[in-house]
T-cell receptor, first 116, second 112 residues
Framework: GAVVSQHPSWVICKSGTSVKIECRSLDFQATTMFWYRQFPKQSLMLMATSNEGSKATYEQGVEKDKFLINHASLTLSTLTVTSAHPEDSSFYIC????????????FGQGTRLTVV | GDSVTQMEGPVTLSEEAFLTINCTYTATGYPSLFWYVQYPGEGLQLLLKATKADDKGSNKGFEATYRKETTSFHLEKGSVQVSDSAVYFCALSDGGAQKLVFGQGTRLTINP
């Protein structure tokens, strides 16, 4: 199957700093990528849909100025958590689809962010 | 909006037991339905899917049938193994939007 890679796998940062998470589709082009947040023992909550060459579409309640998404190429989307606070600590996961309409979504391995 | 509800976990079974994890959904259109599995320390992997009513998805001994009349997509396996221990997520996709809506996940532990 297709491979989606996230980097880093885990990161610890100080409050007030910014952290960038990368999501790459290694062997296919993804015009659309999705960013999820997973709280401990809870489900994945969609944060935003990242569209190559255009602005991301954010879900209701997600601060777009805090979670900056850039999808500069067909194989790379980045999520930057700006001015991070301890409540931003979470597991962030990206995914991408091979095609449109009900095709399989491939997920990155996730990034564990801890803000201290 | 669209939503998915799974049976609450955790679920603990003995090896070779029969497994059922219930999943029901609400959707305005005609969604596709998925089961994803997350093994410890790994990302989500597609386990099986069904794209229309009465379709049965199957993989690795797991099965689920798309029941439109009961809006359900229950996951079953006749004989579980220790290696099946993981978190299982039911999800739906409204084809137009492409995005997935997940259930809350069910943690499954199989004891030898």
């Amino acid at each position: 199957g297709a491979v989606v890679s996230q980097h880093p796998s885990w990161v610890i940062c100080k409050s007030g700093t910014s952290v960038k998470i990368e999501c790459r589709s290694l062997d296919f082009q993804a015009t659309t990528m999705f960013w999820y947040r997973q709280f401990p023992k809870q489900s994945l909550m969609l944060m935003a849909t990242s569209n190559e060459g255009s602005k991301a579409t954010y879900e209701q309640g997600v601060e777009k100025d805090k979670f900056l998404i850039n999808h500069a190429s067909l194989t790379l989307s980045t999520l930057t958590v700006t001015s991070a606070h301890p409540e931003d600590s979470s597991f962030y996961i990206c995914s991408a689809r091979l095609g449109r309409r009900n095709t399989e979504a491939f997920f990155g391995q996730g990034t564990r962010l801890t803000v201290v | 909006g669209d939503s998915v509800t799974q049976m609450e976990g955790p679920v603990t079974l003995s090896e070779e037991a029969f497994l059922t994890i219930n999943c029901t959904y609400t959707a305005t259109g005609y969604p596709s339905l998925f089961w994803y599995v997350q093994y410890p320390g790994e990302g989500l992997q597609l386990l099986l899917k069904a794209t229309k009513a009465d379709d049965k998805g199957s993989n690795k001994g797991f099965e689920a049938t798309y029941r439109k009349e009961t809006t359900s997509f229950h996951l079953e396996k006749g004989s579980v193994q220790v290696s099946d221990s993981a978190v299982y997520f039911c999800a739906l996709s409204d084809g137009g939007a492409q995005k997935l809506v997940f259930g809350q996940g069910t943690r499954l532990t199989i004891n030898p």
